[in-house]
């Protein structure tokens, strides 16, 4: 048999390879509570900013474009 696969096969037999998942399972959880916070606050700015944005552009059009 091949190095790799030795290496690879006393990989899943040992315990290496259930940390790993823990730890995959772990940053999967992670990723999706920093998902989740982003598009939150991304919604909140969005209507923050969004009345103010359309604000600005009336403004710097000037009174010459009304």
């Known amino acids: 048999m091949s190095r790799a696969y030795?290496?690879?096969?006393?990989f899943l037999v040992g315990e290496d390879a259930v940390t790993a998942a823990e730890y995959a399972m772990l940053l999967?959880?992670?990723?999706?509570?920093?998902?989740?916070a982003v598009r939150g606050v991304g919604s909140v700015a969005e209507g923050f900013w969004g009345s103010d944005g359309a604000k600005i552009g009336s403004a710097l059009s000037g009174p010459d474009s009304q």
């Open 6 to 10: 030795m290496v690879f096969r006393l």
């Open 28 to 36: 999967a959880l992670i990723l999706i509570g920093v998902i989740t």
